[in-house]
């Protein structure tokens, strides 16, 4: 299955106690927590480009399925990561205590990260 596409956000939940939590700004977080996202995703075989807008904000990771890469975090922050794919279309990583699964169901792309006991998801579908 392709990740291949751009995604916009449809809803979220638990935003504001998670980006508390990591460390984000109280002005960026009330600033962030109605902007509708999108996400690019280019897959070329194990390699991604994601690129997330959100607002003015641009972030670009890339990495390869398997391999340590860096990837820039929601705070700005750079953080060594390996991301695998579990299935088909399950992309799963953890970094600073963080566990990140996308997984890609149709149309619907459902960004689950766990922080402790909170959880922050967001839903986005293919424009």
């Known amino acids: 299955m392709s990740f291949s596409g751009k995604y916009q ?24 927590k109605d902007l509708k996202g999108v996400s690019e995703i280019v897959q070329n075989g194990n390699h991604f480009k994601l690129t997330i807008t959100t607002g003015s904000k641009v972030m ?8 340590e890469c860096e990837i820039e975090t929601m705070t700005g922050e750079k953080v060594k990561a390996v991301v695998n794919l579990e299935g088909n279309n399950k992309l799963v990583t953890t970094f600073k205590n963080i566990k990140s699964v996308t997984e890609l169901n149709g149309d619907t792309l459902t960004s689950t990260l766990t ?7 967001r839903i986005s579908k293919r424009v």
């Open 115 to 121: 922080l402790g006991d909170i959880v922050f998801k």
């Open 9 to 32: 956000v449809q809803s979220q939940e638990n935003f504001e106690p998670f980006m508390k939590a990591i460390g984000l700004p109280e002005d960026l977080i009330q600033k962030g």
């Open 60 to 67: 670009t990771n890339e990495f390869t399925l398997g391999e």
